[in-house]
């Protein structure tokens, strides 16, 4: 997160580096990380995977 989003920007508040990281985290981040709770995939590969019954 450093390197692609804290040394390339400079923030004014506080308040606007806060709301940085949580979009960094919440919407980006997490959707392009592998998890290995399903199997490392990314959460969007996971819910376009077909499930087997």
Do not use: C
């Amino acid at each position: 997160m450093q390197v692609v989003l804290l040394d390339r920007h400079r923030w004014r508040t506080r308040v606007e580096l806060a709301n940085a990281v949580f979009e960094y985290l919440k919407i980006w981040h997490n959707r392009q990380r592998r998890h290995s709770s399903i199997g490392m995939l990314t959460p969007i590969e996971f819910e376009n995977t077909p499930t087997v019954v």
